[in-house]
């Protein structure tokens, strides 16, 4: 029910930083739960961090205090800002859209790959 479009990510140095941002197609927004996941060790895909339509954030507790969501309703986009990055950081990294309406919808962007080097 939405597109979504990763960018921002790269190759970075341990202890850099990182912005991505996940551009939505629609016009209903701000009426999305956003989040952002990457894949584990496992190839599991696991919760790094999401924002209510209220504003409402949660974060894993292995990026707590070094990632920050935001979102820009007026721009139809969600942020992630990525600091004090570590090698474990180092994944594919997928935005995320949930609403319930007549059901769940989930939409997913491409992913975008974040490398973090020693």
């Known amino acids: 029910q939405v597109q979504l479009v990763e960018s921002g990510g790269g190759l970075v140095q341990a202890g850099g930083s990182l912005r991505l941002s996940c551009a939505a197609s629609g016009s209903t927004f701000s009426l999305y739960m956003m989040a952002w996941y990457r894949q584990d060790p496992g190839n599991r895909r696991e919760l790094v961090a999401s924002?209510?339509?209220?504003?409402?954030?949660n974060y894993a507790d292995s990026v707590k205090g070094r990632f920050t969501i935001s979102r820009d309703n007026a721009k139809n986009t969600v942020y992630l800002q990525m600091n004090s990055l570590k090698p474990e950081d180092t994944s594919v990294y997928y935005c995320?859209?949930?609403?319930?309406?007549?059901?769940?919808?989930?939409?997913w962007g491409q992913g975008t790959q974040i490398t973090v080097s020693s």
């Open positions: 924002i209510s339509s209220g504003g409402v954030t």
């Open positions: 995320n859209a949930r609403r319930y309406e007549r059901g769940w919808r989930n939409s």
